[in-house]
T-cell receptor, first 110, second 115 residues
Framework: GNSVTQMEGPVTLSEEAFLTINCTYT??????LFWYVQYPGEGLQLLLK?????DKGSNKGFEATYRKETTSFHLEKGSVQVSDSAVYFC?????????FGKGTKLSVKP | EPEVTQTPSHQVTQMGQEVILRCVPI?????FYWYRQILGQKVEFLVS????????KSEIFDDQFSVERPDGSNFTLKIRSTKLEDSAMYFC?????????????FGEGSRLTVL
């Protein structure tokens, strides 16, 4: 069945460091891929998405590329800020609902 | 900006009690969802709802669970007789289309603690 495997956290970085959060998936067909973010005390918010192979989703300096050959959708940001501290969820969209990874907690220190 | 709102933010209940979690989806959305996240685990799909009926449900969503859209604005999740393992964060979501290429908008979640 469909599944998402996400890098275990927590991840602690200094401000302006480079961020990578790994995400791989298993799916039949051609799912859409998403990154959702949950800031403290808030709900899940869509950060970016990609709907087909080789698409790159980007938002707020974050990027992720849909790699069919490696079944991956790694999240990257070149220079993180304290305000990026949150939990990040990779998700796969298939057949009308989302399948989430476990989430990766990111803490950015000044 | 329109948002999905959920109440209560936290509920503590005794095992065996009935619980109703409430959600107000975004007003022009037609597709509604409940997800849950047990502490330290994945966010798991429970049920989707469209046109006043369940369109899909997971194996977690057994006979103890039910959903309802009683008045055209609220979307509720009822757990008839809570168990310890129902303790989790429950997220409501809504979408304007039934395709997951569209964005789902999530509420802040309702934390349920069953003692």
């Amino acid at each position: 069945g469909n599944s998402v495997t996400q890098m275990e956290g927590p991840v602690t970085l200094s401000e302006e460091a480079f961020l990578t959060i790994n995400c791989t998936y298993t799916a039949t067909g051609y799912p859409s891929l998403f990154w959702y973010v949950q800031y403290p005390g808030e709900g899940l918010q869509l950060l970016l998405k990609a709907t087909k192979a080789d698409d790159k989703g980007s938002n707020k300096g974050f990027e992720a590329t849909y790699r069919k050959e490696t079944t991956s959708f790694h999240l990257e940001k070149g220079s993180v800020q304290v305000s990026d501290s949150a939990v990040y969820f990779c998700a796969l969209g298939s057949q009308g609902n989302l399948i989430f990874g476990k989430g990766t907690k990111l803490s950015v220190k000044p | 900006e329109p948002e999905v709102t959920q109440t209560p933010s936290h509920q503590v209940t005794q095992m065996g009690q009935e619980v109703i979690l409430r959600c107000v989806p975004i007003s022009n959305h037609l597709y509604f969802y409940w997800y849950r996240q047990i502490l330290g685990q994945k966010v798991e799909f429970l049920v989707s709802f469209y046109n006043n009926e369940i369109s899909e449900k997971s194996e977690i969503f057994d006979d103890q669970f039910s959903v309802e859209r009683p008045d055209g604005s609220n979307f509720t999740l009822k757990i008839r007789s809570t168990k310890l393992e129902d303790s989790a964060m429950y997220f409501c979501a809504s979408g304007s289309t039934g395709r997951v290429t569209g964005e789902l908008f999530f509420g802040e979640g309702s934390r349920l603690t069953v003692l």
